[in-house]
């Protein structure tokens, strides 16, 4: 592969992993949400869903 298919390429990958990584982080804030509507501590299994993402929870504005 030519240094200029690779570079083609690694872009491409590159906007693809962003566009995931913006996908992920939105789902990640949806199931925060929902979990902050109720009142109490969430179950388990939504904190382990929010945990398995991987992501960070902070808001960069």
Same mark, same amino acid.
């Given at each position: 592969? =030519?240094?200029t298919?690779?570079d *083609?390429?690694?872009?491409f990958?590159? *906007?693809?992993?962003?566009a995931? $990584? ?5 789902? +990640?804030?949806? &199931?925060? &949400? @929902?979990? @902050?509507?109720? *009142?109490? $501590?969430?179950?388990? =299994?939504?904190l382990? +869903?929010?945990a398995? $993402?991987?992501?960070?929870? @902070?808001?960069?504005?």
């Amino acid at each position: 592969m =030519s240094a200029t298919a690779y570079d *083609d390429y690694s872009a491409f990958m590159s *906007d693809k992993l962003n566009a995931l $990584l913006e996908r992920l982080k939105a789902h +990640q804030r949806t &199931l925060i &949400l @929902a979990m @902050a509507e109720h *009142d109490g $501590l969430p179950a388990g =299994s939504a904190l382990r +869903q929010v945990a398995e $993402l991987g992501l960070p929870t @902070a808001n960069k504005a």
